[in-house]
């Protein structure tokens, strides 16, 4: 089983709001804070979505953003999902700034996974 959400109303102001999120992997859950500062609880919801309709497509490997405060920003959070065989691992992912070698790609955050 594979669920992300949001939970419950966004909280804090200005560069403070933020929402709750879950994902769920099995038996496995992690609760985790969403900016909501420069991305909206829809883009997240939109990107999860389109991110999940690539992977079940047939894509190599996508990544669920779960921390975006802006394409500039030191750094990213999300949940790379890859195909390896007949399976499809996830794991937590930090992307900083300095190690991408380049803008940070909203469209394909998956381009800067690496190896």
């Known amino acids: 089983m594979f669920d992300l959400e949001l939970l419950g109303r966004p909280e804090g102001e200005g560069e403070r709001l933020f929402s709750w999120g879950r994902i769920r992997l099995g038996e ?44 500039t920003a030191a750094y990213h959070m999300g949940w790379p999902a890859w195909r390896e065989g007949d399976r499809v691992l996830v794991q937590e992912r930090l992307f900083l700034a300095e190690q991408l070698g380049g803008p940070f790609d909203l469209e394909r955050p998956e381009l800067h996974l690496g190896p």
Do not use: N
């Not at 939109?46 to 690539?54: F, H, M, S, T, V």
């Not at 047939?58 to 394409?71: D, I, K, R, W, Y």
């Open 28 to 71: 496995f859950q992690d609760e985790f804070q969403v900016p909501l500062y420069d991305w909206a609880p829809g883009d997240y919801v939109a990107q999860w979505l389109d991110a999940a309709e690539r992977l079940v497509a047939g894509a190599p490997a996508v990544v669920f953003l779960t921390h975006m405060v802006h394409p």
